[in-house]
């Protein structure tokens, strides 16, 4: 029905904008926010996205963002998965303070984290992004427009692809007036375009999906590397922590424990599996099966993990 609706055009289209827009707290007659946002440590405020597919009902409002507000400015770290849910991040940083917004941080290249950045582009920020981001982009642009378009119609219309302004190799320092933000770049882990953000002065981490909880964890990149700097990850003195997917009260680093147990078991059932010459195909419908009760969205995300790990591991 959803995909019919998308298709028509004039006021119905309107409508349907408008009452997509209205459940993210854009107020387009003047209407409440909805769009909320917590103060997790003083200076910064995280919006939870939430775990259901992407559709004109959520408008790609699917990850974990928010922003950190220094003296001078203000750092929005990723930005969504429209153009509406950058929107509603934008007006929710106007609620909170009217200092500009210097630099968005694109944590890595998929669109549930990025496609809302085109509105903060009248700020004229900074956009920053790990070296490795532009080839990734380029390489992955057209299709996933391509599946914005399918998901959300004409309701995905303005949700533009920015390229950065700033690229990160190693590390950098943000100086946003009495608050100083580390923005890091890792090895190849969840994608090979990873940044976090760390706040010195509440100790928060910003992992983006270098930590998921509660949601099934992506492995866009390598098992063994993501593994790799979740041992780094866990060294950082990080009082508050930010998920790129879901909640937790956990202590850190005790937070990243089940994605951890998740990953090694995945790691050791394939190298099983190719030890026993079982094909890829066997290998996905038999490892890591045992952690289906444990994760939301286990169904979409757990089998390309498998097929991530197995095309890495069997040149081992």
Same mark, same amino acid.
């Given at each position: 029905?959803e995909?019919?609706?998308?298709?028509?055009r004039g006021?119905?289209?309107i409508?349907?904008?408008?009452m997509?827009a209205?459940?993210?707290?854009i107020?387009l007659?003047g209407?409440?926010?909805?769009f909320?946002?917590v103060?997790?440590?003083p200076?910064n405020?995280v919006?939870?996205?939430s775990f259901?597919?992407?559709s004109?009902e959520?408008m790609g409002?699917n990850?974990n963002i928010?922003f950190?507000?220094?003296d001078?400015c203000?750092?929005a770290?990723?930005a969504g998965g429209?153009? =509406?849910v !950058?929107?509603?991040?934008? /007006?929710a940083i106007?609620? #909170?303070? &009217?200092k500009?917004v210097?630099?968005?941080?694109?944590?890595?290249?998929?669109p549930?984290h990025?496609?809302?950045a085109?509105?903060?582009?009248?700020?004229n920020?900074?956009?920053?992004?790990h070296?490795n981001y532009?080839?990734?982009?380029?390489a992955?642009?057209?299709p996933?427009?391509?599946?914005?378009?399918?998901?959300l119609?004409d309701? =995905?219309? !303005?949700?533009?692809?920015? /390229?950065?302004?700033?690229l #990160?190799? &190693?590390?950098?320092?943000?100086?946003?007036?009495?608050r100083?933000v580390?923005?890091?770049a890792?090895?190849i882990a969840h994608?090979?375009?990873d940044l976090?953000?760390?706040d010195?002065?509440?100790?928060?981490?910003?992992?983006s999906?270098l930590l998921?909880?509660?949601?099934a964890p992506?492995?866009d990149?390598?098992?063994?590397?993501?593994?790799?700097?979740?041992?780094?990850?866990?060294t950082i003195?990080a009082?508050h922590?930010v998920?790129?997917?879901?909640r937790?009260?956990?202590?850190w680093?005790?937070?990243?424990?089940?994605q951890?147990?998740?990953?090694?078991?995945i790691?050791?059932?394939?190298?099983a599996?190719i030890r026993?010459?079982?094909?890829?195909?066997?290998?996905?419908d038999?490892?890591?099966r045992s952690?289906?009760?444990n994760?939301?969205?286990f169904?979409?995300?757990h089998r390309r993990n498998?097929?991530?790990?197995?095309t890495?591991?069997e040149?081992?």
């Amino acid at each position: 029905m959803e995909r019919h609706i998308t298709k028509l055009r004039g006021a119905m289209t309107i409508t349907l904008i408008a009452m997509s827009a209205s459940v993210l707290g854009i107020a387009l007659a003047g209407g409440p926010a909805a769009f909320e946002t917590v103060e997790l440590a003083p200076g910064n405020h995280v919006h939870y996205g939430s775990f259901a597919e992407r559709s004109v009902e959520n408008m790609g409002d699917n990850a974990n963002i928010g922003f950190i507000v220094g003296d001078h400015c203000v750092l929005a770290v990723d930005a969504g998965g429209s153009l =509406a849910v !950058g929107q509603a991040l934008r /007006k929710a940083i106007r609620r #909170v303070t &009217d200092k500009p917004v210097c630099y968005v941080i694109l944590t890595h290249v998929h669109p549930d984290h990025f496609f809302g950045a085109a509105a903060f582009l009248r700020d004229n920020p900074q956009f920053v992004a790990h070296e490795n981001y532009p080839r990734q982009l380029a390489a992955r642009a057209r299709p996933y427009l391509n599946a914005l378009r399918r998901d959300l119609g004409d309701a =995905a219309d !303005g949700s533009e692809i920015v /390229k950065p302004t700033l690229l #990160v190799k &190693d590390r950098i320092e943000l100086d946003l007036g009495g608050r100083r933000v580390t923005v890091q770049a890792w090895p190849i882990a969840h994608t090979d375009d990873d940044l976090t953000v760390y706040d010195d002065r509440t100790r928060t981490l910003w992992l983006s999906d270098l930590l998921f909880i509660g949601h099934a964890p992506v492995i866009d990149g390598s098992i063994t590397g993501f593994l790799g700097v979740m041992d780094r990850l866990r060294t950082i003195d990080a009082e508050h922590y930010v998920p790129g997917h879901g909640r937790s009260e956990t202590a850190w680093p005790a937070a990243m424990d089940a994605q951890q147990r998740y990953f090694e078991l995945i790691l050791n059932e394939t190298r099983a599996a190719i030890r026993a010459r079982k094909t890829i195909q066997q290998a996905t419908d038999e490892v890591g099966r045992s952690e289906e009760k444990n994760w939301a969205m286990f169904d979409i995300y757990h089998r390309r993990n498998v097929t991530t790990a197995y095309t890495e591991l069997e040149w081992e």
